[in-house]
């Protein structure tokens, strides 16, 4: 799937009209859906213990914080893509503290076209991300039928008397006779001597 492709969820946290105004109009619905707004970190938090976002914009400061804390947790725990736009008096600072955690900082005020590289490179960033999930998930996933396979392994040896390369042939082969996987009938396997 390509960058242009991707229908991305935003989270816009912005205690100002003016820019969810803007914000909004740079958002079209083919590419960003949905956009959802908080005036506050409390209100952001709730939100995103609702959901997750692949974007999550902080025009600090909020009513109740900076938003430097929300940002470095968000991009911590989750696979969102984090920019936080700071005042430029203390975006030096702010940058320091928070870039080592994968934040994007932009000093404020900034143009409509910064604002659009700034998109682009959120978008390659989150195309980043989802890629080295989706690895993780594949090896999660394998790892999850190695020890699958292990485990019905151990019982076809304690429970059919089989050596560990009989076993391994067994699963093998019976598994390529019926045409499921390995996985499929180590499962089986597991459930008929459970």
């Not at 736009?85 to 900082?105: D, M, P």
């Not at 080295?132 to 396979?149: C, H, W």
Request: charged share 25%; hydrophobic share 40%.
């Amino acid at each position: 799937m390509g960058l242009k492709e991707q229908v991305l969820s935003v989270l816009v946290i912005s205690s100002t009209e003016n820019f969810n105004n803007a914000i909004s109009a740079m958002l079209p619905d083919a590419e960003y859906k949905p956009v959802e707004y908080a005036a506050s970190i409390s209100a952001a938090q709730r939100k995103l213990a609702q959901r997750s976002y692949d974007f999550i914009i902080i025009n600090s400061p909020l009513k109740d914080d900076l938003g430097l804390h929300f940002a470095i947790d968000s991009s911590a725990s989750g696979s969102a893509v984090v920019l936080l736009l700071i005042q430029n008096e203390i975006f030096g600072e702010v940058y320091e503290r928070v870039s080592r955690h994968g934040v994007f900082t932009l000093p404020k005020p900034l143009s409509h076209q910064t604002m659009k590289l700034a998109f682009s490179w959120m978008k390659t960033a989150s195309a980043r991300i989802k890629r080295y999930e989706k690895k993780t998930t594949s090896i999660e996933d394998k790892m999850q039928e190695i020890r699958l396979v292990n485990k019905a392994k151990r019982l076809l040896i304690s429970k059919e008397n089989m050596s560990e390369p009989e076993a391994h042939r067994y699963l093998e082969s019976e598994a390529m006779n019926r045409c499921i996987s390995k996985k499929e009938l180590a499962e089986e396997t597991i459930n008929k001597y459970s």
